[in-house]
């Protein structure tokens, strides 16, 4: 079973210890200045926001069926069965598609760098290997990032929707947009609030490529046969005429190929 | 006049010696700085100018090469053959200098092979870039031949001259699939390009409209060829050329108002702002314009009528991909890009490299049918270096 992170912008308090441990986690530097930044960038892989009193993290979303790995030309991003989307830059060329494709606009690279990598959350696979739950989620006080099963999170989040009337915004961010997401929102106030687009397609955006791509092993040997055809009809033609009466034109410009 | 011809000459030097210093301490930036110091790329815009102006336009404007090996190899019409070498010759080097701009593009160009063992066959990417690998091999094979005549090697020139037709057959199917896939690409991204730009369709667009502007560029250069290499227009191929034009611009017009209506998206263009101002500058320029002049026979049957209508659908088809890949991101980005003076020079130097090459190669190879006889003709010194005005004269467009 696929595992996810249920963010509950109720219960966070703003503390700003999930971007620290994610630092730590990524060894990433982490200092007053970073911890001021608004938004996500190489070195910062999730934020925190603060909107009138109201928190909201953003990070990556992990998605199910992820606009990024299906765009890498060389599968340097991965859909692993756990749940993250993994990276490895020993693949990447750097062409920088995954940026243009995410939804979510995630993946961020190290301009600054000779030898740039691509940066995101990966949801620590090396910690879900082991059985851990992510960095954030561990040490998180006050449990508003919370780490398990992602079909239980998401009885979890339908269930405090239901208990608590008017306190949440009636909708679990990733549940199905562009096909679920291993993270998953609540929220008081209206997910536009911090920038989450909630016009999202409910189907994965990888089918919409890929029903293009998918005619590709028709289309090569049909062309070429329609292809060939032509030629063969376009020359035969030719040659008959050769062989009923021959036009002087037609031989003066037969002699050059190329 | 030889007074005129050499300050000519000179000046376009000058330009292109300035181009190419401009270019190589750009390169320098870029490959001792990274990208962050050579461009104005970010995170919320990753692909800038190479990627719109190089590679897409790249490779829309090398599309002539398939079109023409295939009307003339595959429907034989055989009246094409005079412009086959210099359509062949452009895509070549267009192509060549593609893979060039990549290097510069790609943020790890050491790893451009990876392709070729880490596939991932649900990526478009990686679609285009193993058909432009082939194709490029393709129009290196379909190009050998004048290297090989030039020298005599008859062996060789067999072999090529053998396959030259499945050749020819496996390029038309490598053009039609990554020309459409480069419009393919953008499917992905349905909420972050603007309903002028986002269709379903972008596949067909941009595979007709790389057929228009294969077209357009070959009226285009063969005009030009005969204005500055001194040679006899072939003015019935070039009017030929047109018909076939209009007729593709039609059908292109028809699909992509008919796409805008059907989205709802037609209504907005009738809202000023800056991507309607875009988007009117693009449909003026590669269907209005192009499509009054060319629908009237005179226009049609002039050598000055072809060449500006030509012109007029290479400009509006570079302007549709800059607007695709560039202005159609703007808004849903909320930034606005314009490329640093470095990437501006990076692509003047390979623009300026591009019409160099094809000067040399002209002046080197059998490329024009009439070379050998018009040789005889001007053989005073000069004649071999004012190639160079019409290489940097229209370097910029």
């Known amino acids: 079973m696929s595992k996810a992170l249920l963010y509950d912008s109720t219960v966070c308090i703003g503390c700003k210890q999930c971007e620290q441990a994610c630092a730590t986690q990524n060894k990433l530097p982490y200092d007053d200045t970073v911890a001021l930044e608004e938004q996500q960038s190489a070195h910062k892989l999730t934020v925190v926001l603060t909107r009138n009193d109201k928190f909201m993290r953003r990070l990556c979303m992990n998605c199910k069926e992820p606009s990024c790995a299906s765009v890498c030309p060389v599968g340097a991003l991965q859909k692993t069965a756990l749940g993250p989307v993994t990276y490895d830059p020993s693949k990447c060329m750097g062409c920088r598609y995954c940026m243009v494709a995410c939804p979510f606009s995630v993946p961020k690279y190290e301009w600054g760098k000779l030898f740039p990598k691509v940066q995101k959350c990966t949801m620590c696979p090396d910690r879900l290997a082991l059985g851990k739950q992510t960095a954030c989620a561990e040490i998180c006080p006050t449990g508003a990032t919370k780490f398990g099963e992602r079909d239980d999170l998401i009885a979890e989040a339908r269930q405090r929707i239901h208990d608590n009337p008017g306190k949440y915004v009636d909708h679990i961010y990733g549940l199905e947009e562009v096909g679920g997401t291993s993270v998953l929102l609540l929220s008081a106030v209206p997910f536009e609030t911090f920038g989450y687009r909630t016009s999202l397609s409910k189907d994965p955006l990888p089918m919409l490529t890929y029903r293009v791509l998918s005619h590709i092993p028709d289309f090569v040997p049909l062309g070429g046969m329609v292809l060939g055809g032509i030629w063969w009809i376009t020359h035969r033609r030719e040659e008959v005429a050769l062989a009923e009466g021959p036009k002087p034109t037609d031989k003066t410009k037969n002699g050059r190929e190329s | ?397």
Not at chain 2, 134 to 153: G, H, K
Not at chain 2, 232 to 242: K, M, S
Not at chain 2, 283 to 296: E, R, Y
């Open chain 2, 1 to 397: 006049m030889t007074r005129v011809t050499k300050f000519r000459f000179t000046f376009w030097k000058l330009v292109f010696l300035l181009l190419m210093a401009a270019g190589l301490y750009a390169t320098f930036v870029r490959f001792t700085q990274g990208l962050g110091a050579s461009t104005h790329l970010s995170d919320q815009f990753p692909w800038g100018i190479w990627i719109s102006f190089d590679v897409l336009c790249g490779v829309m404007l090398a599309a002539g090469g398939f079109t023409l090996t295939a009307t003339v190899h595959i429907f034989n019409i055989k009246r094409m053959h005079s412009i086959i070498r210099p359509t062949i010759l452009t895509a070549f080097l267009g192509y060549v200098l593609v893979c060039v701009a990549l290097m510069y593009d790609l943020g790890k160009p050491y790893n451009i092979w990876h392709p070729l063992i880490m596939r991932n066959p649900h990526s478009v990417m990686f679609e285009v870039a193993y058909c432009v690998m082939l194709y490029t091999t393709v129009l290196a094979l379909e190009f050998s031949p004048i290297v090989l005549e030039r020298f005599n090697l008859q062996k060789p020139l067999k072999v090529v001259r053998a396959i030259l037709i499945p050749l020819v057959i496996f390029g038309v199917i490598l053009s039609t699939l990554h020309q459409s896939s480069l419009g393919t690409l953008y499917l992905i991204v349905p909420e972050k390009l603007h309903p002028f730009w986002y269709s379903p369709l972008l596949p067909v667009f941009f595979f007709l409209s790389a057929i228009a502007v294969g077209l357009a560029m070959t009226i285009f250069e063969s005009s030009l060829s005969s204005k500055h290499f001194g040679l006899q227009l072939e003015l019935p191929v070039l009017q030929e050329l047109g018909r076939v034009l209009v007729v593709v611009l039609g059908v292109y017009a028809i699909l992509r108002i008919e796409d805008l209506a059907n989205r709802g998206a037609l209504k907005l263009a009738f809202h000023p702002g800056y991507e309607a101002y875009l988007f009117w500058l693009e449909i003026s320029l590669a269907i209005i314009l192009p499509l009054v002049l060319l629908l009237q026979p005179r226009v049609r049957s002039s050598p000055n009528g072809l060449y500006w209508s030509a012109v007029l659908v290479v400009l509006g088809f570079i302007t549709n991909r800059m607007n695709v890949s560039i202005t159609g991101f703007e808004g849903s980005t909320g930034v606005r890009y314009f490329p640093k003076w470095t990437e501006l020079a990076v692509t003047g130097m390979i623009i300026a490299g591009g019409f160099a090459l094809f000067g040399l190669a002209v002046k080197y190879l059998p490329i024009f049918p009439t070379e050998e006889l018009l040789h005889d003709a001007v053989t005073e010194p000069e004649s071999a270096l004012p190639e160079v005005s019409p290489v940097m004269e229209h370097a910029g467009d």
